[in-house]
């Protein structure tokens, strides 16, 4: 809803104002630290979802949550696409309907 999304957005850059060194990680089987706290991406539209990654990333969080069925992947993209992606994390989840042989 827009009275969600426009609460969350300004409480990325006070929860994760501190440096992405303080965040608890994950060691991955490559030996690279993945951070476990990812901002998600459910519930905001393109402009806010990108928006939020954007402000987030400012603030030190560089894990991105988002999935096919947020419909706001073109947000998130436009974002990654300014960044160096050796330096992102980017989860996501597909639906299972995506994977069948014909039509959902």
Not at 24 to 46: F, H, K, S
Not at 86 to 97: D, L
């Amino acid at each position: 809803t827009p009275l969600m999304a426009s609460f969350r957005l300004p409480l990325v850059a006070t929860l994760w104002s501190a440096s992405a060194a303080a965040l608890p990680t994950l060691r991955l089987r490559n030996g690279v630290e993945m951070p476990v706290i990812a901002l998600g991406t459910g519930g905001y539209d393109n402009e806010t979802a990108g928006a939020a990654f954007a402000t987030a990333f400012k603030a030190g969080l560089n894990h991105v949550h988002t999935a096919y069925d947020y419909y706001n992947l073109p947000g998130v993209g436009q974002v990654l696409r300014g960044l160096n992606r050796s330096e992102v994390f980017v989860s996501g989840m597909t639906s299972p309907c995506k994977h069948t042989a014909g039509p959902p």
